[in-house]
């Protein structure tokens, strides 16, 4: 079975209000296409990564 993800980076997204209404019947429109066809269709949000900071300027001692 192929298995494809798309997904978009919660940044990306920048849809005038007055367009959402037109989006979001479009998108509908293709999720029930797709699961009319059999695929399975599943969402969700992952919460925004931020890199890791790491100070390399740090002193190493023997302990107590």
């Known amino acids: 079975m192929k298995r494809y993800l798309i997904s978009f980076d919660d940044g990306s997204m920048k849809i005038p209000e007055a367009d959402?209404?037109?989006v979001d019947a479009a998108a509908h429109a293709v999720a029930s296409e797709a699961k009319a066809a059999?695929?399975?269709i599943f969402g969700g949000g992952l919460s925004s990564q931020q890199a890791s900071i790491v100070a390399t300027d740090g002193s190493v001692s023997?302990?107590?």
């Open 20 to 22: 959402l209404p037109a």
């Open 38 to 40: 059999g695929v399975w």
């Open 62 to 64: 023997a302990g107590p």
